[in-house]
């Protein structure tokens, strides 16, 4: 299923270009991207290796720091750096995996909703309704207090947690194209319903979609981080960036490059998709008014 | 020739809600249009917003059964019993009004023109591909031009890529809901010749709904004037334009302009607007806004009767007639 | 005395792929009383051209003219602000879509009040009473009662009254109605067309009339002006037009009409489409696609003349000689 014309494509390169902070915002993923693939290569060390002798080293542009622990070491001896690119892997993975599920289910349920309506719309939106009406961190933290602490069950909870949104959004656009001549016409030549709903409406709504996913990008990785920071999510030894910090809590009067560095990497990646997304939102949406 | 479609005494219901506390009211978009076609020939339905054309339009082609009467494709009885199937789908297709919403911004051309065989025949993907290629010709486009998106068409190829996509099937009628009213002037005549060209070739069977009347002149063989979900007028095209007998035609044909520059017409002046259909009016539904209303006329609903060659659904339409003298004729 | 002059009007837009002409080189005169009808297929540029007279277009637009007067002021040398007094109470405006252009989310009595209020000030009950005169004037019933009504709760023909009550509300001198009746049922559309053509004639104003329906052209207009492709190629008498018009574009046009062609299956047609941004062909725009073109056509284009009422960009105009001959 081709989402788009091949000169679509072109087009919103184009307008994409415009945006200065869009491209900044690349730039910086590609660079977390590149981490994600090679980080067995350009890794100094094991993320988990303990070094006994180099407990707490500040960075090396400091007076004791000390070479080759870049951006120093933290309270067990493990290399800041090296933690930071693998865990890059892990907010890649956490964000990936947390909107692929959100999408996917999202997508189908405001399909469902919106192209049937009647019952099946109305129970699945007060069901939408019912998750929303939760502060999403406290309901992801239930959920992982009732399937049990780790990553994986973090993920679950906070791809839950963002489904209403997907589903609203897909929703919406499903009742503003179904009545369309476009699918009449599809229907006169035979369409079934299935076909209708994801063969004929879903590329028409996949714009604001694509845009939806890529800001619930950035929102995954900071619930992770969030969840992790509280205990509930990745589990130490993971290098994962919000793990990372609630390990240095207790460090950051004392030793400021154990709780900075996570931080300044999520809040990087995070800025980068969000100027992403909004480059992307724009380069989507004017394409239809400027020629 | 061979009749091809009848409709009788079609009827389209729906239902309106009003709030939780208040019963649902039935609204009647259809109140009973029959008619007949023949291959080759043109029907064309007349008649402003409201006047259930478009009703009709999807009630023919079975994108809603019609609530209540009988609808014969080719001799064959297909209205509220039947599901619309591929036999179906090969005898009556549709054309819509606006080339800019009738085609799916994501697909191709090729896509869209081999929808119709890949969901109701066995052909290959080379087959298709050839039949697509074959159509697009017919209608005055070039083959190559299958890859493309209909953003990259003007208006009039759109619609050119709309009546190619109805032909696909090789229906035998062809509902066309206001093919050229949004098309530019100079392009129009190129897509009604395309109609007619295709019509003499194919045998083609055309329910044409327009509110242009130069247009339904020119190529229509049979009218029907509809007015609130029925039928008004009904006649073929030679008779109802020289000599309208109903008074909403009369009104409509005064109403329309004309490309000529000469006297000053005499007008028929419509006040008000159509009813609402929530409301509908005592007896005759243009009894509020006709000039020659009489209190008979609230009495029942007027059905269609012969006369001077024509079905008019008037009481009074001997009555008025002596009266008005002369019309200009388009 | 000239109500709009225009000379040399032209406006661009930027786009991604450079600069598009929309209009080029218009030319009008109209006066108080008269009726003219501008009338041009999609691309003609001839909303355009009235949005840039009232200074309605977006800031990227490039604007350039010669003169642009309106009721004897130069607008060309107006600051902003004054330009701005002038749209609803010296020219008024009025578009194709009725729903869309009211706002939804205020009565019609409000909208209209609000002209009033900006353009002649007044008491709250002078205002009233103007706005439920100008809503039985433009043949609205019940006017009260619709003073408080939404426009979703009126239909198509009632609220094009109510945009016609809104644009005459301040007395203007000059109205432009860019296709206002497209939208609308036959048998509306007569009755508003009436209603622009008394009101026109009891105030006393001058009316442009933006259409592509040559039908309405036909009943209506007293001069008509063809632009095609965003330039201005005839400008005529609407009976001169009809009977005897210059233009191949404009000739080929009325051909084109089903009620004026031959008798017989087929239509004639003009063959090829309306230039776009990419194509614009050098020498005259219609060259490609006109039947009489000859050589230098395609060379070199047409440059707008002049002859009393009748304005010509064409080459080799059609039924020329006749009309001189009749004087």
């Known amino acids: 299923m081709k989402l788009f014309a091949d000169d679509a494509w072109r087009t919103t390169w ?81 964000g990936f995996v947390v909107v692929s599920l959100a999408v996917v289910i999202g997508t189908l349920l405001g399909l469902l909703a919106g192209y049937y309506s009647g019952w099946l719309d109305t129970l699945i939106m007060r069901l939408m309704d019912v998750i929303l009406a939760f502060p999403s961190l406290l309901l992801a933290l239930g959920l992982v207090a009732v399937l049990g602490p780790g990553l994986l069950n973090a993920m679950y909870a906070i791809a839950l947690v963002m489904l209403p949104h997907f589903v609203r959004l897909t929703r919406a656009n499903v009742l503003s194209e179904k009545n369309r001549d476009y699918v009449v016409a599809s229907r006169i030549v035979g369409a079934g319903n299935w076909r209708l709903m994801f063969n004929t409406i879903l590329p ?36 994962e960036w919000g793990a990372m910090l609630a390990e240095a809590r207790e460090f950051i009067s004392r030793a400021w490059w154990v709780v900075t560095f996570p931080g300044l990497a999520i809040l990087l990646t995070v800025l980068s998709i969000n100027l992403v997304g909004d480059a992307l939102r724009d380069a989507l949406d004017p394409r239809m008014r400027r020629s | 020739m061979a009749e091809v479609l009848r409709a009788v005494n079609l009827q389209q219901e729906y239902v309106a809600r009003q709030g939780m506390l208040q019963k649902p009211l ?50 064959e009885q297909v209205d509220t019993a039947h599901k619309p199937d591929a036999a179906l789908r090969q005898r009556i297709q549709m054309v819509f009004q606006n080339p800019y919403g009738s085609l799916n911004p994501r697909k191709t051309i090729q896509q869209m023109l081999e929808e119709p065989l890949l969901l109701n025949t066995k052909m290959s993907g080379d087959e298709r591909r050839q039949a697509v290629a074959t159509m697009m010709e017919r209608v005055g486009l070039r083959p190559e031009f299958a890859e493309r ?87 073929d095209a030679k008779t109802i334009f020289s000599h309208p007998q109903h008074p909403y035609t009369q009104a409509l044909f005064s109403a329309t302009p004309v490309a000529e ?70 | 005395m000239s109500l709009l002059t225009v000379r040399n009007l032209s406006v661009a837009f930027p786009t991604q792929h450079g600069w598009f002409q929309a209009v080029e080189g218009i030319y009008l005169d109209v006066n108080a009383g ?4 501008i009338v041009g297929e999609s691309g003609s540029g001839k909303s355009v051209a009235m949005m840039a007279v009232m ?70 009950k002078e205002r009233t009473e103007r706005v439920l005169h100008l809503l039985e004037i433009v043949g609205i019933p019940d006017p009260k009662r619709r003073y408080q009504a939404y426009p979703h709760q009126m239909s198509g023909g009632m609220s094009q009254r109510a945009m016609i009550a809104m644009a005459l509300a301040a007395n203007p001198k000059l109205l432009i109605a860019d296709e206002p009746t497209t939208a609308l049922d036959v048998t509306v559309q007569a009755q508003i067309l009436e209603l622009l053509l008394t009101l026109q004639q009891t105030q006393g104003m001058g009316l442009i009339l933006i259409t592509h329906d040559m039908g309405v052209v036909a009943e209506t207009a007293q001069q008509v002006v063809v632009q ?57 725009l219609f060259s490609p696609r006109c039947t009489h073109a000859q050589a230098n056509c395609h060379k070199q284009q047409p440059a707008l003349q002049r002859d009393n009422e009748i304005w010509l960009r064409c080459h080799y105009p059609l039924n020329l000689k006749a009309e001189v001959a009749h004087g």
């Open chain 1, 14 to 94: 184009n307008y994409f270009k415009e945006s200065k902070g869009g491209l900044w915002g690349l730039g910086f993923l590609a660079i977390v991207l590149f981490c994600v693939v090679f980080a067995d290569v350009i890794a100094p060390f094991d993320p988990s290796l303990q070094n006994r002798d180099a407990l707490l080293l500040p960075p090396v542009w400091t007076e004791a720091g000390h070479w080759p622990y870049i951006l120093g070491t933290d309270a067990v001896g493990r290399d800041m750096l090296s933690r930071l690119i693998y865990g890059a892997r892990y907010s890649m993975f956490i």
């Open chain 1, 204 to 239: 028409n709504c996949m714009a604001p979609l694509i845009v939806q996913a890529t800001l619930s990008f950035s929102n995954a990785i900071l619930d992770a981080a969030a969840l992790g920071f509280l205990g509930m999510g990745a589990q130490p030894p993971l290098p």
């Open chain 2, 26 to 75: 039935i609204v009647r978009a259809l109140n009973g249009v029959s008619f007949s076609l023949n291959a080759g020939e043109t029907l064309a339905v007349v008649g402003e917003s409201g006047c259930g054309k478009s009703t009709l339009a999807r009630s023919l082609t079975l994108i809603e059964k019609p609530s209540a009467g009988e609808l014969w494709l080719a001799g």
């Open chain 2, 149 to 235: 998106y209909p953003h990259m068409f003007s208006g009039g190829q759109r619609q050119r890529i709309a009546i190619a996509r109805a032909l696909m099937l090789k229906p035998q009628v062809v509902v066309l809901d206001e093919p050229v009213s949004a098309l530019d002037l100079s392009v129009r005549a190129q897509i009604l010749n395309l109609l007619t060209e295709l019509q003499q070739d194919l045998d083609l069977a055309y329910v044409f709904i327009s509110h242009d009347l130069s247009v339904v002149q020119r190529i229509a063989d049979d009218v029907m004037v509809m007015y609130f979900g029925r039928a008004v007028e009904y006649a």
């Open chain 2, 261 to 330: 520059v000469g006297e000053k017409r005499e007008r028929i002046h419509l006040q008000g607007e159509p009813p609402s259909p929530l409301k509908p009016p005592q007896g005759c539904p243009f009894g509020p806004r006709c000039a020659y209303v009489q209190d008979e006329c609230r009495k029942e609903v007027p059905v269609l009767r012969e006369l001077n060659h024509a079905l008019v659904a008037c009481v009074r339409v001997e009555a008025i007639n002596i009266r008005v003298t002369s019309l200009p004729s388009i």
């Open chain 3, 34 to 37: 008269d009726v003219l009808a």
């Open chain 3, 55 to 124: 200074n309605l277009l977006p800031p990227t637009a490039r604007i350039t003219c010669d003169e642009l007067k309106l009721d004897g002021q130069d607008l060309l040398a107006m600051p902003p602000k004054q330009r701005r007094q002038l749209n609803g109470g010296t020219v008024a405006m009025i578009f194709q879509e009725p729903m869309s252009s009211l706002n939804p989310c205020f009565t019609v009595g409000y909208q209209i009040d609000e002209t009033i209020r900006i353009h002649l000030g007044g008491s709250k």
């Open chain 3, 228 to 284: 095609y492709a965003g330039q201005q190629v005839e400008k005529q008498p609407v009976k001169g037009l009809f009977n005897t018009p210059h233009h191949p574009y404009t000739a080929a046009l009325l051909d084109a009409l089903p009620e004026r062609a031959p008798a017989g299956d087929f239509l004639p047609t003009i063959q090829g489409i309306v230039p776009g941004q990419k194509d614009r062909p050098t020498g005259c």
